[in-house]
């Protein structure tokens, strides 16, 4: 089935039953709350249209729908299409959330006041405004290294969770490989006083800011994958949904 026809319509819900229609074909199928984990309404569109997070694959037979239960690990035949945009929207939200706190805590001066090279995109300004060393900058950033790294595990582990029967498995390896590289960053930077008071010749200049510049190739590059597989998934008049999404994210970080 071509991608653009990848789209159902929630019929209604009674006695755990949910009834789904094909919106191209009008095919309708029926299965209980044991075949899928959970229902993400598409707000713009109505309660009744979003992303169902099956247990199972929901195949058109003819003017029917039938539900194929898949095993623990099985992968999708043919990969939805809708929901893969989804997962990646979600990869890209996730790195922009430390993005916001990063912005948040040093303030968006630093950020607009930094040069931008042509080309360039947000996380290239990024690294340009990584913060120079003192101890009371050290102890004013430490949230992006506590809380929001760790929200950035969870929300790459809910994302391996909730759609690795979809995304690709070399970019679940990237996320993998990522995870273990922030915890590395978030140590390092909890261990920077203690060396610095300890070890001499540490220079404390270059060990706080290249913690800052690696946590942003990283999460750049996690970002701009999704969001060109993305790109490549929906079609352009709606992705407009990816700013105003963004734009709901903008909280500070909490130590």
Partial sequence: MVPRDDDWKVLGYSSRIVTVQHIATSAQAAFDDDNYDEYRSDAPRGVDCGVLLLKGQLVVQGDVGVVHPLRRGERYSATPTSLLAEAYLEASLDCHRWKIDFITLLGMHRVAHNPRPAGADIWDVMEGAAPDYSPDLYAHC??????????????????????????????????????????????????????????????????????????IALLKVIARKAEDAHAALVPKASRSDVARRRRRHRKPAAD
């Fill in 142 to 215: 430490r949230p992006l290294f506590n809380t929001s790294i760790d929200v950035l595990l969870r929300r790459f582990d809910r994302l391996i969770q909730n759609f690795g029967r979809v995304l690709p498995d070399d970019f679940q390896a990237e996320l993998v490989r990522t995870q273990r590289q922030l915890v590395v960053e978030q140590f390092a930077y909890r261990a920077l006083p203690e060396l610095t008071a300890k070890v001499s010749g540490i220079d404390s200049q270059a060990m706080f800011r290249v913690r800052f510049l690696s946590v």
